[in-house]
């Protein structure tokens, strides 16, 4: 079955970094486009960056652009979050999902279940 | 960006009431709209996908419908297991915005 397990969250100062990462296993992970999606305690679900199957077309939130990098390792099934200049309000959830179908134009049918950042001093 | 919105934010009603969230769109996304239901302390469940087609698995007391600008989902008997948050979300275009949510209250 289809299994996305989020790694690498914890607790950074503002202004540090951290590298979120995303094992994915029961399925072919080069199949897919991947995403990254947020929540941040007590709020909604805001999207944040997605890729293509193949690492050739990426998206970001405003929020995020020129701060956080996604990438993917296909060879290793990963997917990958780069943080840095992080604030007080990245502080959330960090949930990557994989696309319900195998294009870009489904929406995010299977989420892992997690990984918090928590960025204070 | 598209703007998503969702009414009410939050919703309280008896074990097999008809419930009905909306969510409109700010721009035409014509049937690019999914439905995910969160429970709490759990990751989002996709409920609907392309505004009214049922994810394999989701009891049929759920449905979507509406295209263009305007959607809704239905729970036809609430139960429950359905105490949950509810999302709207564009998938036409990037930014993937997401509607503020609707709690569910039983």
């Known amino acids: 079955q289809v299994q996305l397990v989020e790694s690498g969250g914890g607790l950074v100062k503002p202004g540090g970094s951290l590298r979120l990462s995303c094992a994915a296993s029961?399925?072919?992970?080069?199949?897919?486009?991947m995403t990254w999606i947020r929540q941040a305690p007590g709020k909604g679900l805001e999207w944040i960056s997605s890729?293509?199957?193949?690492?050739?077309?990426?998206y970001y939130a405003d929020s995020v652009k020129g701060r956080f990098t996604i990438s993917r390792d296909n060879a290793r099934n990963s997917l990958y979050l780069q943080l840095t200049s992080l604030r007080g309000d990245d502080t959330a959830v960090y949930y990557c999902?994989?696309?319900?179908?195998?294009?870009?134009?489904?929406?995010?049918?299977?989420w892992g279940q997690g990984t918090l950042v928590t960025v204070s001093s | 960006d598209i703007q998503m919105t969702q009414s009410p934010s939050t919703l309280s009603a008896s074990v097999g009431d008809r419930v009905t969230i909306t969510c409109r769109a700010r721009?035409?996304?014509?049937?690019?709209l999914a439905w995910y239901q969160q429970k709490p302390g759990k990751a989002p469940k996709l409920l609907i996908y392309?505004?009214?087609n049922l994810e394999s698995g989701v009891p049929l007391r759920f449905s979507g419908s509406g295209s263009g600008t305007d959607f809704t989902l239905t729970i036809s008997s609430l139960q429950p297991d359905d105490l949950a948050t509810y999302y709207c979300?564009?998938?036409?275009?990037?930014?993937?915005?997401f509607g503020q949510g609707t709690k569910v209250e039983i």
């Open positions: 392309k505004a009214s």
């Open positions: 979300q564009q998938y036409a275009s990037f930014p993937r915005t």
């Open positions: 999902a994989r696309a319900a179908g195998y294009s870009s134009d489904w929406p995010s049918g299977y």
């Open positions: 721009q035409n996304i014509v049937s690019s």
């Open positions: 029961g399925f072919t992970f080069s199949d897919y486009f």
């Open positions: 890729i293509t199957s193949r690492g050739r077309s990426i």
